[in-house]
């Protein structure tokens, strides 16, 4: 128990610093102490209780099911979109808040890699405000999947890497193939090409990647862009278990790369080259993406996920109890078989 001279001074400390927004040098001044010692006395101040800090969680944010997230599949971060259940809506949301986290967290000397036919990226583009130009830039903006395609599509492709380039006050490289040629064969010739082969050798330098999730069912830009496999094609996916893919590699419910033919006629990074990046950012959602996301995060093929909170709410409830003891704290643990037991929780394999 403090005594009553230490819980005035302690009362005190903590008043000048958070009624009165005095730092701590400036605290220290004023009462004679170290700056050690002001700093000292706050931690004191809350382990007595003077102070209790309490956070005032605002409407349409999710702290703890991003939490949730990260904890259960092992991610660098997590962000939660309040939207409504809309497919162009969410489309519309995921962009403007991947553009927020593009441009609070891009550091001057990245390199951006970015798949070429997605919506919800292109949706991140038009959302983004240019980086102020007080500082020059090292950043390059790097096409990770082949931008060739039917040319009423094209323009989407390179109309994301340029904007993004001048965004970021960045150099563009480009990816000048389709993203899948006609036989395996074909691939070793694009790959002579001096700039196919230029950009492909960036892979590897790739700080932060930003790609869209995938189902089997290719999307309208995507299939636009004649850049899918044929129907009989996707049967044999579907049969070997595909459920997503991301850059046009395709995934089981594990994350397990999908071993087919197929994927020898792809031109763009390839699963173990996006595992290794060091901030891979998934942007998906909507229900019709649930399985392949999943699959995603349980590959560890990404490690950020931005998403909206319906997916990630089906993303924390659709574990089942293996993997929950595996990634749940004691308390959420005991929370859970609670649950079980008084059939207040129903939830389902994931493999």
Not at 101 to 113: A, C, F, K, N
Not at 195 to 223: C, N, R
């Amino acid at each position: 128990m403090a005594r009553i001279d230490e819980i005035r001074l302690l009362t005190k400390v903590a008043r000048l610093y958070y009624e009165q927004d005095m730092i701590q040098p400036e605290i220290a001044a004023q009462l004679d102490l170290s700056q050690a010692t002001v700093s000292r006395l706050l931690k004191r101040a809350k382990k007595e209780e003077i102070v209790r800090i309490t956070v005032n969680v605002p409407m349409g944010t999710y702290p703890e099911l991003e939490e949730s997230l990260q904890r259960i599949y092992g991610l660098k971060e997590v962000v939660v979109v309040d939207s409504v259940e809309d497919n162009n809506q969410i489309l519309r949301d995921l962009g403007a808040a991947a553009a927020y986290y593009l441009e609070t967290t891009l550091h001057l000397s990245d390199v951006i890699g970015i798949s070429s036919w997605s919506a919800t990226l292109l949706a991140m583009v038009d959302a983004m405000q240019p980086l102020p130009l007080n500082r020059a830039t090292r950043i390059k903006v790097l096409q990770i999947m082949g931008g060739l395609g039917s040319p009423s599509a094209e323009i989407y492709a390179s109309r994301l890497i340029g904007r993004l380039a001048n965004l970021v006050h960045g150099e563009a490289t480009l990816l000048p193939a389709p993203g899948i040629v006609g036989s395996p064969e074909a691939v070793p010739i694009l790959l002579e090409d001096r700039y196919v082969h230029a950009a492909m050798e960036l892979f590897d330098q790739v700080t932060i990647a930003l790609v869209g999730i995938g189902t089997l069912e290719p999307s309208g830009l995507l299939a636009s862009s004649g850049n899918i496999f044929s129907t009989e094609e996707l049967s044999v996916l579907r049969e070997t278990g595909a459920v997503g893919d991301i850059c046009l590699r395709f995934f089981d419910a594990a994350g397990v790369p999908v071993a087919t033919p197929l994927n020898d006629r792809v031109i763009g990074m390839r699963l173990d080259q996006l595992r290794r990046v060091k901030r891979a950012v998934g942007i998906a959602g909507g229900k019709q993406k649930l399985n392949a996301i999943r699959g995603a995060l349980q590959g560890g093929l990404i490690n950020v996920l931005i998403t909206d909170r319906f997916t990630a709410q089906e993303l924390v409830a659709n574990l089942d109890g293996t993997a929950m003891k595996a990634t749940l704290p004691p308390d959420e643990l005991l929370k859970t078989e609670r649950g079980k037991s008084s059939g207040g929780l129903n939830r389902e394999a994931n493999l």
